[in-house]
């Protein structure tokens, strides 16, 4: 089942339709379904997808040989080119009779283990971009190398290609398409288990409760998502056992640098490098309040939602999990989940507001938005905004998000449109998310004021 990449499908398809040569690159974290996106876009045209494997150069190229001379003549072989160069330039000289592409999934492996791989590239695009209808994909799924060996100013293959796209997890609306049988707060507990990569989504199955998802996921030794975090970190990094220190202290509360060195018991600049190459990975996010940009109050979370729930549950109850008592972990996990699901629910917000804006119905013209946290003067104490978004310096947006039971009160608003008062914009505007709903009162308030926006769970599920 192949959902969502409609953007990525249709760039590389005008990509394709140029019939002039074109070289793309794709790269993202694992799991997130470059290679299905590759082979979506390649099944009914003409194609040669090979697939780089964590060996020597001797493998990698009697398989690329393999994939070359089968498209070629439609049979399977055990003849090899001599070299990469050889198997290339073959593969260039066909593309001046067709339309055709070649795509080299993990490439990194590939060029690791021969190092001439990139100079041949840049030398074979070079001698025949003019003369060539090959349409070139490389894909990666480490992204360090992708962005320093393919993508960098210094790299051979520099200024070559013409398109590249960073693959990114779902959203909760894409993640949504994959689930019918789960109810609406199902999808967003399910989301904030796993977050919206495809691999994992493939492992929920919306026809049981959340409650056997996770036991059946996270609480059984055996299943692919037990030892899917660790595994990952190994597969990026040369030293897991910090990273995973780290991710486990941002994970249960540490988010600050001095609070994380001081968990993990290392020096703080030993673990900035750590936390700064975690970001880098896209698991770990790098937050300023918004509006500033340079700030001492950074703090840090878990980007990834897989991660996230992983290491915040996972490791603290791994002794009873090995022994299979996946029911008695879950019951030490549930009283939690409510509170888990508050930061999943502000990213779900934030989503449905950039979607009002992409469909001109937002009051506030704003580019970026984020959460805002500092001192508050008047009641002389730390204050914090969910979702907060400007336009122009004058007008902004305001948000509080509910992930609770009990339907939002006036107080809610109230303590909102104070805190607003920290800020000198000549407009606000006010938006509630709530799971539950909300008090007559709240409601009656919001529509005598004018500028309140007061949404449901629910709503936002249809809508977004």
């Known amino acids: 089942m192949f959902i969502g990449r409609e953007r990525e499908l249709d760039a590389l398809n005008k990509l394709y339709a140029s019939d002039r040569f074109e070289f793309a690159v ?43 001379l089968e498209y070629h003549s439609g049979i399977g072989t055990e003849n090899s080119f001599l070299s990469f160069q050889a198997a290339l330039e073959y593969v260039f000289k066909l593309s001046e009779k067709e339309r055709l592409i070649l795509a080299i999934d993990e490439y990194p492996y ?84 796993v977050g919206g990569t495809p691999q994992y989504l493939l492992q929920m199955n919306d026809k049981k409760s959340v409650e056997d998802n996770i036991k059946n996921t996270y609480l059984n030794p055996t299943s692919a998502l037990f030892e899917e975090p660790e595994n990952l970190i190994k597969q990026e990094v040369r030293e897991p056992a910090l990273y995973n220190a780290i991710i486990t202290a941002i994970a249960t509360g540490s988010t600050r640098m001095s609070e994380i060195s001081s968990k993990v018991g290392e020096d703080t600049n ?14 770990i996010r790098k937050e300023t309040p918004y509006g500033e940009k340079a700030s001492r109050k950074v703090i840090y979370s878990i980007e990834d939602n897989m991660f996230r729930f992983w290491y915040r549950f996972v490791p603290e109850n791994n002794s009873i999990i090995a022994r299979g008592a996946a029911d008695l972990a879950y019951k030490r996990i549930e009283p939690f989940l409510s509170d ?99 008090t007559k009162g709240c409601a009656d308030r919001a529509k005598e004021m004018g500028n309140v926006a007061l949404v449901r769970y629910g709503d936002m599920v249809i809508k977004i």
């Open 340 to 438: 888990y699901m508050g930061k999943v629910f502000e990213e779900i917000c934030k989503q449905y507001l950039w979607k009002l804006l992409l469909s001109e119905k937002c009051p506030v013209q704003f580019s970026s938005l984020g959460r805002w946290w500092g001192n508050d003067p008047n009641e002389k104490r730390q204050a914090e905004i969910d979702i907060l978004a400007e336009q122009d310096k004058t007008t902004a947006l305001f948000g509080e998000c509910k992930w609770t039971n009990e339907k939002v009160d006036l107080g809610v608003l109230e303590t909102l449109v104070k805190r607003s008062d920290l800020f000198s914009y000549k407009s606000k505007y006010f938006y509630l998310f709530a799971k539950s709903g909300f």
């Open 26 to 68: 794709i790269y993202g974290r694992r799991r997130v379904g470059k290679t299905a996106l590759i082979n979506q876009f390649i099944k009914d045209k003409n194609a040669i997808y090979f697939m780089g494997v964590e060996s020597n150069a001797k493998q990698n190229l009697e398989n690329f040989s393999r994939s070359i």
């Open 270 to 283: 030993v673990c900035s490098a750590y936390v700064k190459n975690l970001v880098s990975l896209g698991i």
């Open 110 to 193: 590939v060029a690791r283990s021969e190092k001439s791989l990139a100079s041949t590239l840049q030398m074979l695009i070079d001698k025949y971009r003019d003369s060539s209808k090959l349409m070139l994909i490389l894909c990666g799924s480490s992204m360090s190398y992708m962005e320093d060996h393919v993508l960098a100013y210094k790299a051979p293959l520099y200024g070559r290609r013409t398109a590249q796209m960073k693959l990114l997890p779902f959203d909760f609306e894409e993640t949504c398409r994959y689930f019918q049988h789960f109810s609406d707060e199902d999808k967003a507990l399910i989301y904030g288990i």
